[in-house]
């Protein structure tokens, strides 16, 4: 059976793979760094999202703290190398969701806003590389998440309409790229929302696994 959607562009963190506990161990070191207090995992989940800069923002002005992002960033960015691989996972349903579009031959792309050169490392350590034709990280082009411009880059390199792709993501800055970008957006109900309300957003679908997808989608 045909895909509706020849080309499907996923999100990373949080949509394929749950990287929460790493991202927040690589956070809370920095702040250690700097003499700050550590920060609950469940309030960095609302941090993620918008790129690593503005996750250290958010969490340096949490504690108050008005120390130069310059002097901070280089020591995050070893943190976050460190624990890159320390205990990510991809969400059940990830492996046979993408399994079963590829035998649909749909064209499968990441775009996310972690730094690029993370991102190749991480799909490696969970074996789903292969799947992906193209991936974007938050550093590739001038802009990222939530302007659709990433997004239509994509949909252009495959020479599909942004209205004809459909974009796979969990929080409101996947949301507004794809708003912004033109392009149908599907949601997963585990990732990181980030104030998004998924009861009453208007996606082509709001999935608890990524294997509903698979099933008809208006």
């Known amino acids: 059976m045909a895909y509706p959607y020849p080309l499907v562009i996923f999100d990373l963190d949080g949509t394929l793979v749950d990287s929460a506990g790493d991202i927040a161990e690589a956070l809370n070191r920095t702040l250690e760094d700097w003499q700050l207090?550590?920060?609950p995992?469940?309030?960095?989940?609302?941090?993620?999202?918008?790129?690593?800069?503005?996750?250290?923002?958010?969490?340096?002005?949490a504690a108050h703290s008005d120390i130069d992002l310059d002097r901070v960033m280089p020591g995050f960015m070893r943190h976050y190398e460190e624990c890159l691989l320390r205990s990510p996972r991809l969400f059940d349903g990830?492996?046979?969701?993408?399994?079963?579009?590829?035998e649909r031959d749909v064209v499968m792309a990441i775009c996310t806003n972690k730094p690029s050169a993370l991102v190749a490392p991480l799909l490696a350590h969970l074996?789903?590389?292969?799947?992906?034709?193209?991936?974007l990280g938050g550093d590739s082009l001038p802009e990222r998440k939530p302007s659709g411009v990433p997004l239509?880059?994509?949909?252009?390199?495959?020479?599909?309409?942004?209205?004809?792709?459909l974009?796979?993501?969990?929080?409101?800055?996947?949301?507004?790229?794809?708003?912004?970008?033109?392009?149908?957006?599907?949601?997963v109900r585990y990732g990181y929302p980030r104030g998004l309300d998924l009861d009453t957003v208007?996606?082509?679908a709001v999935v608890d696994d990524l294997r509903e997808l698979i099933a008809p989608i208006r």
């Open 37 to 39: 207090p550590r920060v």
């Open 41 to 61: 995992e469940a309030t960095v989940l609302t941090w993620i999202g918008d790129g690593v800069r503005r996750l250290v923002e958010q969490a340096f002005t």
């Open 94 to 102: 990830v492996v046979p969701a993408l399994q079963a579009l590829r």
């Open 127 to 135: 074996g789903v590389q292969d799947f992906f034709a193209l991936v």
């Open 152 to 165: 239509r880059h994509i949909a252009e390199a495959f020479k599909v309409a942004p209205a004809a792709a």
């Open 167 to 187: 974009m796979v993501g969990d929080s409101i800055t996947d949301y507004r790229a794809a708003v912004d970008a033109g392009m149908p957006v599907a949601l």
């Open 202 to 204: 208007d996606a082509v």
